[in-house]
């Protein structure tokens, strides 16, 4: 097994969640939130996504991959 980079782990969270509002999601709101997402033109979600890994990071979770 290898260790995820905090990139890779990151850009799981961030293409899961987006994901997850337009296909998991069926709240009235979850689609302009997927809009929204999409839209944005700046680092905002992958600023969000990177704190949560240093969030779970600092809790001690670390997201491994098999080879």
């Given amino acids: 097994m290898k260790e995820v980079t905090d990139k890779e782990f990151a850009e799981q969270i ?9 296909k ?8 302009a939130l997927w809009r929204a997402i999409g839209e944005s033109d700046d680092t905002a979600w992958m600023d969000a996504a990177e704190f949560c890994v240093y969030g ?10 098999e080879e």
């Fill in 56 to 65: 779970l990071k600092s809790m001690g979770y670390v997201l491994m991959r």
């Fill in 24 to 31: 998991g999601s069926e709240a009235p709101s979850s689609a």
């Fill in 14 to 22: 961030a293409v899961g969640v987006h994901t997850g509002l337009r």
